[in-house]
């Protein structure tokens, strides 16, 4: 999955100036997504699905597995808030969007 420059940067934009990372991929390409004010952004696609809906699960049918990837998913979320380099960021996003893809393979 290449993501543009420019999604990309937005993405990295929104992420810097509030927005959180959603552990939920894009229905649409399964790319990683921002929210920010209810407005979710796929940052490989561009696309902003109709409806925002966020399964919350208890922690106790968490497997010690998701466990840590949702740790190191979150210890990237915030590295990626304070890098400065493009080049880095892009490198953390794709880190979290192959997270974010095994996390769903493990759930099913």
Do not use: F, H, W
Not at 44 to 62: D, L, V
């Amino acid at each position: 999955m290449i993501m543009s420059k420019e999604l990309t940067k937005k993405a990295v934009d929104l992420l810097l100036g509030g927005a959180t990372l959603l552990s939920e991929p894009c229905p649409y390409c399964k790319g990683v997504r921002v929210m920010k004010n209810g407005n979710a952004l796929c940052a490989n696609c561009g696309r902003e699905p109709e409806k925002q809906t966020i399964e919350t699960k208890s922690k106790t049918t968490s497997s010690p597995t998701l466990e840590k990837l949702e740790k190191k998913m979150s210890e990237l979320s915030d590295e990626l808030t304070n890098e400065k380099s493009y080049e880095k960021q892009q490198s953390i996003l794709k880190s979290i969007n192959s997270i974010i893809e095994t996390m769903e393979k493990l759930k099913k």
